[in-house]
């Protein structure tokens, strides 16, 4: 059972264009929502994260949107540059538990010049 | 300040040896944690400690994987009687307090049994 769908696979987007990865997830009890970065060879690295209190979340151009009744959030990279051609996982977690983070299964996004 | 470090960054086992790898978490980090990354996918939950105390293993696969954090600090993982379904990277991470908010990984281990 995955308990944190992703999507798309793969993106490609326009230099200064946006960048938008959508999650989807089953376990109510998930209350933190937090978004890596993860480049070839290197560990994952904490991008932005979300609560389930806030709607949205914005940190430069990078903004988490959250839908609650839905039970998705999304990660919008705003204009997307070449630097930022990476694979992004989203995960979910719950402090209910052990806070085990579940991730999806990756986006890798290429930003083309 | 530094962050989480792995070692090796590289291990090569034959089929049925023993390894043993290693996390530095971020100093005064209480919360660490391993997972297992397979080829393209995302990481998969291992084990959980909370300073020395492991309290949670559920995602170990088998009982050849055992973890260890005897000072609250350092930990390894050490599988014994590799398979090549181990063939993996191992990645560490640590947060500040006993819950495990704001996670940061290490760079990995990529174990490749052969």
């Known amino acids: 059972q995955q308990q944190v769908k992703q999507s798309p696979q793969s993106l490609i987007v326009q230099k200064g264009g946006i960048s938008i990865i959508n999650c989807a997830y089953e376990?109510?009890?998930?209350?933190?929502f937090p978004w890596y970065q993860q480049f070839p060879g290197k560990g994952p690295a904490l991008l932005i994260a979300?609560?389930?209190?806030?709607s949205e979340k914005k940190e430069g151009r990078f903004t988490i949107s959250f839908n609650k009744s839905a039970k998705q959030f999304s990660l919008h990279i705003m204009d997307s540059q070449p630097g930022d051609s990476a694979t992004y996982f989203c995960?979910?977690?719950?402090?209910?538990?052990?806070?085990?983070?579940?991730f999806g299964k990756g986006t890798k996004l290429s930003v083309i010049p | 300040g530094a962050g989480v470090s792995q070692s090796p960054r590289y291990k090569v086992a034959k089929r049925g040896q023993d390894v043993a790898l290693r996390c530095d978490p971020i100093?005064?980090?209480?919360?660490l944690f391993w997972y297992q990354q397979a080829l393209g996918q995302g990481p998969e939950f291992l084990t959980y400690?909370?300073?020395?105390?492991?309290?949670?293993k559920s995602g170990l696969p088998s009982d050849r994987f055992f973890a260890e954090r005897p000072e609250g600090s350092v930990s390894t993982l050490k599988i014994q009687r590799t398979q090549q379904e181990d063939s993996a990277v191992y990645l560490c991470?640590?947060?500040?307090?006993?819950?495990?908010?704001?996670?940061?990984f290490g760079p990995g281990t990529r174990l490749t049994v052969t």
């Open positions: 991470a640590s947060s500040y307090g006993t819950g495990g908010y704001e996670q940061y």
């Open positions: 979300i609560r389930p209190d806030v």
């Open positions: 995960a979910a977690s719950s402090g209910a538990g052990s806070y085990q983070l579940t």
């Open positions: 400690f909370q300073n020395e105390a492991q309290l949670d």
């Open positions: 100093s005064g980090h209480v919360s």
């Open positions: 376990n109510t009890a998930f209350d933190y």
